[in-house]
């Protein structure tokens, strides 16, 4: 035994730790005096932030909070939600990053699901707070309450170090398409990871931004706080879509990676155009090009002179496992394969979990440092999704000859007619590659001699688009089984949505059952 009762193991392990606290401590210790965190004509230092954060935890401490407690944040985005994660962070507290799109009683499953012992909230959301049954002990209001916390002279030495490397940092709350969400845990390894990954496949420099306009409580914004801090960089905090002051920013701050999704392309390169912005250095643009009409990712890259992000990851996993390949400036591709994360090992199987050979369509299975820890008192969800010591995604890929990868489609939303196994996403893949086509899904429709068959939902940007020219997009690119059989033409405003923007299916299957059902009334 070593002095101090602690073996040779334990103290080598000690020295070989590392968490999120740490890093971003050394980054305070190099990047002082530079800009961590600009929101409007607010800005705030490595080291100002640093004392931000250790009166918040040295508060926190006080009131009786201990490592391995969970804290709430209902908030728009805004600096104070950066400082109650770090200053969590430290304590190894976890820090449950609540939605503010759910419904009151979706808001409160996911709080009483974790029982945090504190609530922080914003002003915007305190009447939501307030009318409905949370639990929570306490709570602390942004304003004139936090900052009588952040002046409390007592509280600003640098807390014990406390937390370990796989002690839950974060949890999201996923959104399927049934039932309540589910409370996915983001350790410090796993935001290490996830940093490491993005420095190797995208090797961002110092001097980079990053403009958080998604909502924190996704990993689409969080996650990316994280990298660019602990990179020792500038993370610019805006509250929500907001395109002309986008615009703005992009024509004045060198930004890393601008992470636009298919939803505001369209308003970000019209309001670039009006204001004749030109980009002031940014390096990469977008996320899920699959998302993206192909002409409209030559014309973004374009205008952004950056290449596109072609990723594809989840709150479970970061970028892992298919994120690292990009389209270049002004090409409209005629492919959008994927190249495989680093960091990550992955296989591509069956039903009977066997390897599928290239070319055949397997589920992927996922082991990387980057994973979540699994869901909050979910034990038998966790036994499923990583049985067998693989993540199981339920995602299912195609590998190619080249170690490329195509996504066909989510495992568990398969049409099965006549036998064959339909991947909406093949189908949908065709559709959105036409610039007179904004949004497409596919989805199933029973059918009295084939089981269920494909009908399509199609978002127009083309008025004039008929049937017959949405049919012409497909055919002979995909089987003739896999042919949509109906074309429903419909508004953007109209599609169901889930709070992180996921179209539901299920709902465009009920429209459809309603659709037969009053159909087969009117019939004599």
């Known amino acids: ?49 640093n004392d931000r954060v250790n009166r918040i935890a040295g508060w926190i401490i006080a009131i009786g909070l201990a490592r391995g407690d969970r804290i709430a944040v209902l908030s728009e985005n805004r600096n104070e939600y950066v400082e109650i994660e770090l200053a969590a962070a430290k304590l190894g507290i ?41 639990g929570v002990g306490r709570v602390l209001a942004f304003g004139t309450e936090y900052e009588k916390v952040v002046a409390q002279p007592t509280n ?17 709350y996923t959104s399927g398409t049934t039932g309540m969400p589910k409370a996915a845990v983001i350790s410090h390894r796993a935001i290490i990871a996830r940093t490491l990954i993005t420095a190797l496949d995208r090797p961002f420099a110092v001097e980079d931004s990053y403009l958080a306009w998604t909502p924190m409580f996704h990993m689409g914004s969080s996650d990316f706080i994280y990298s660019t801090l602990l990179r020792g960089g500038k993370v610019i905090i805006l509250d929500g879509f907001q395109v002309e002051e986008m615009v703005h920013i992009i024509g004045t701050e060198r930004l890393g990676w601008l992470h636009l999704n ?64 990009s389209i270049a400036i002004g090409v409209v591709p005629e492919s959008l394969s994927k190249e495989q994360s680093s960091l990550c090992h992955l296989r591509l199987v069956d039903e009977n979990d066997r390897d599928v050979p290239d070319g055949e369509p397997g589920e992927v299975l996922v082991r990387s440092p980057s994973l979540f820890s699994g869901y909050w008192q ?54 959105v590659a036409s610039p007179r086509i904004a949004t497409a899904v596919v989805v199933r429709r029973p059918d009295a001699r084939w089981g269920e068959v494909p009908v399509a939902f199609v978002v127009p940007r083309d008025d004039r688009l008929t049937f017959e020219e949405v049919m012409a997009l497909c055919r002979g690119k995909i089987a003739s089984y896999k042919m949509p059989k109906d074309v429903k033409f419909i508004s953007d405003k109209e599609l169901p949505r889930g709070d992180s923007g996921k179209i539901k299916r299920h709902e465009l299957e009920a429209k459809l059952m309603a659709e037969m059902n009053e159909q087969e009334a009117k019939t004599p």
Not at 389 to 416: E, Q
């Open 1 to 49: 035994m070593m002095s101090g009762g602690l073996g040779l193991d334990d103290l080598t392990t000690a020295a070989s730790t590392v968490t999120v606290a740490d890093w971003f401590l050394s980054k305070v210790a190099v990047r002082g005096e530079a800009v961590a965190l600009q929101s409007g004509g607010r800005k705030c230092s490595y080291r100002a932030l």
């Open 94 to 134: 976890i820090t449950a990053c609540l939605n503010w799109r759910q419904s009151e009683s979706e808001l409160t499953h996911c709080i009483r699901l974790v029982e945090p012992k504190l609530a922080f909230v914003s002003e915007r959301y305190i009447p939501v707070l307030e009318r409905i049954d949370h």
């Open 156 to 172: 600003a030495e640098e807390p014990p170090r406390v937390a370990e490397p796989e002690d839950g940092l974060i949890i999201y």
């Open 262 to 325: 298919s939803a505001v392309i369209d308003r970000v390169i019209h309001q670039i155009k009006r204001d004749c912005v030109s980009p002031r250095g940014l390096k990469l643009v977008g996320v899920m090009a699959d998302l993206v009409p192909r002409k409209t990712l030559a014309e973004i890259t374009t205008l952004m002179q950056a290449p596109f992000a072609n990723t594809f990851g989840s709150t479970e996993t970061g970028p892992v496992p298919a994120s690292k390949g």
């Open 378 to 431: 979910a034990p038998q969800t966790n036994a499923e999704v990583f049985a067998g010591g693989w993540y199981r995604m339920g995602d299912v890929f195609r590998r190619n000859p080249d170690a490329t990868l195509d996504f066909i489609d989510r495992r568990k939303y398969l049409i099965k007619s006549g036998g064959e196994n339909i991947y909406p996403a093949e189908i949908e893949r065709n559709l």
